[in-house]
């Protein structure tokens, strides 16, 4: 269980620019939740969960996690429960090193590194047993550097390594949005069958309301860092676009037409 | 050309700056941090290791004692850029010319000489070997040993970590490393080792001095750059001894320029820095070049 209460966070504080990115946050994520959250730009999505990862530290309020506070851990340190992937396919693994080196780091999440050799060949066993789920080939291909692979194959790398290690939860920002529609339907295809399997709590940022619909349990949407709509369960499930949109006006009443996420 | 002994000094010298270029490359190609720490931690090296020497400390003991005193250093300058945020270059330019006081306290004066004092070429010359070749032959051993090591710990865990630092720091820090040790962890060996490589120095030309330090990082950027092109820098152990060999053709490079004599001109060892400077300069910007014709 993850609690965050009262968060808000202040990018620059005190200037002209000050922009109030989170306001007053309280949310409640369950053990096995898998929360799709939509916004328009600028609402405090990616904000949301890069306070959840500790990219950086909210201006007001508290995490618990499990009871435990861990508001003002650094990022490194909450890693250990963290699994986290990038809209960026180039953000998630490292250009220059092989497949197993950059799964091999992967698989040390929230261990000390030691001088023990980097890449085992015990490791080597269980890498090649993963990269064969995906069906891409990549498990005749450990030594090739990252760099190499399409940015579709990075991804899904990228969702291997977050999830090696259970994470408590899994953070996924826009994570099929910088990928062609064929290679992001296979990573979220992937995403659903690594989550149901793994039953791991989940946080995916999207601005695909199909999407949204879709996946997962619940919906929260945000709106200039605040949670305007959070549904769950048997509401969930029945939930359209059509209906989405309509909730949203009605709870704001304002204009939303202009808005990328309204393209669909 | 040159002599048969020109070209013996030449290697020596290769070798010998070669493991202060095996620091550079660590912060400048493993870590992405240009390091001018150098320039300090060099003397800083010949300094320890002299002072050690002229109070009868044994001198391959000096040799440690010099970089740890290194380590330090480079341990300062990573503290500076990573708790205190100051930016990678600006903090080792602090420490390096906090480093030009440090060095002249820890020699009470600007130069020490080791004139007659024991080294640690003694036990070779010792052995029988002429004195113009011990030095090459233990630097030789010395420096390649090292780059074996150092090879050796980029395979390891935390010498993975260290590349992924350099490689995609966003990434690695979600793969729960923290990244400011490592940081602090990598310029301080890479410092350690061009300390060790600036009392070996001093030991093998008799003397410290607090100027012997001026122009380390260009010189070091220059072999890395050098050996990177002529052997290629594919994997981890062809980059590390292709840097080792590109002191060595740097080394021979300016025992050349310096022979060379064209008319009534010649080249001055003062010139040294310029040249090396323009020869980074050049190599920096080839591959721009190249792309646009």
């Known amino acids: ?21 989170l306001n007053n946050i309280n949310l409640q994520i369950k053990k096995g939740d898998f929360i799709t959250v ?28 499990n009871q435990q506070d861990i508001t003002n851990w650094p990022e490194y340190k909450r890693a250990k429960f963290v699994g986290r992937v990038f809209q960026d396919p180039l953000l998630g693994t490292c250009a220059s090193m092989s497949i197993e080196q950059n799964m091999a780091l992967a698989l040390r999440r929230g261990k000390t590194r030691t001088l023990a050799l980097g890449v085992t060949s015990k490791d080597r066993v269980i890498f090649k047993e993963l990269l064969a789920k995906l069906g891409l080939s990549l498990e005749n291909r450990l030594a090739d550097k990252v760099g190499l692979l399409s940015g579709g194959q990075r991804q899904a790398l990228t969702m ?59 919906l929260i949407m945000l709106h200039r860092g605040e949670v305007i709509f959070d549904i769950h369960g048997e509401e969930k499930y029945k939930l359209t676009v059509q209906e989405l949109l309509s909730r949203f006006y009605e709870l704001r009443g304002e204009e939303f037409s202009s808005d990328k996420m309204l393209l669909i | 050309m040159i002599s048969y002994y020109a070209l013996i000094g030449a290697v020596e010298q290769g070798f010998v700056y070669g493991i202060m270029v095996l620091g550079v490359y660590l912060t400048f190609r493993i870590l992405d941090f240009p390091d001018l720490t150098v320039d300090g931690s060099l003397p800083l090296g010949a300094a320890i290791s002299a002072v050690a020497i002229t109070h009868g400390i044994n001198p391959f003991l000096s040799l440690f004692l010099a970089m740890g005193g290194g380590f330090l250093a480079g341990v300062v300058t990573g503290i500076l850029n990573t708790k205190l945020k100051i930016l990678h270059l600006l903090a080792s330019i602090l420490t390096m010319i ?20 024991k080294t640690v070429l003694d036990p070779l010359i010792e052995l029988g070997f002429p004195g113009y070749l011990a030095a090459p032959i233990l630097f030789g051993v010395l420096a390649t040993f090292l780059t074996v090591i150092i090879i050796l710990f980029l395979y390891t865990e935390i010498g993975q970590a260290m590349l992924a630092t350099g490689d995609n720091p966003k990434m690695v820090i979600s793969q729960g490393v923290n990244t400011d040790n490592i940081i602090i962890l990598g310029v301080g060996l890479s410092n350690g080792l061009v300390a060790l490589s600036g009392g070996l120095i001093a030991q093998n030309q008799g003397a410290a001095d607090v100027n012997m330090g001026v122009g380390t990082i260009v010189a070091g950027l220059a072999s890395v750059i050098v050996g990177e092109t002529i052997l290629g820098d594919k994997s981890i152990p062809q980059a590390c001894f292709a840097v080792l060999i590109g002191s060595i053709v740097y080394r021979l490079a300016i025992a050349l320029a310096l022979g060379l004599k064209i008319g009534s001109f010649s080249f001055a060892p003062s010139d040294l820095n310029l040249i090396t400077a323009i020869l980074v300069v050049l190599a920096l910007i080839a591959p721009k070049l190249k792309k646009k014709f």
Do not use: W
Not at chain 1, 7 to 13: L, P
Not at chain 1, 38 to 64: R, V
């Open chain 1, 1 to 21: 269980m993850i609690i965050l209460k009262n968060i808000s966070k202040y990018f620059n504080k005190g200037s002209v620019n000050q922009v109030l990115a």
């Open chain 1, 38 to 65: 939509i916004g328009s730009n600028g609402a405090g999505k990616s904000t949301l969960l890069n306070c959840l990862a500790g990219s950086f530290l909210p201006s007001h309020g508290q995490i618990l996690f």
């Open chain 1, 160 to 218: 291997l390594m977050a999830t090696m290690v259970r994470p408590e939860i899994l953070l996924l920002d826009e994570h099929t949005a910088a990928l062609d529609p064929k290679t992001a339907q296979h990573i979220l295809r992937l995403t659903e069958e690594i989550v149901n399997e793994q039953h791991l709590t989940t946080l995916m940022v999207t601005h695909n309301m199909h999407q949204a619909i879709q996946l997962g349990n619940r």
């Open chain 2, 98 to 117: 906090s480093l030009y006081s440090i060095n002249i306290r820890i020699m009470s004066g600007p130069n020490v000489s080791l004139l007659g004092a």
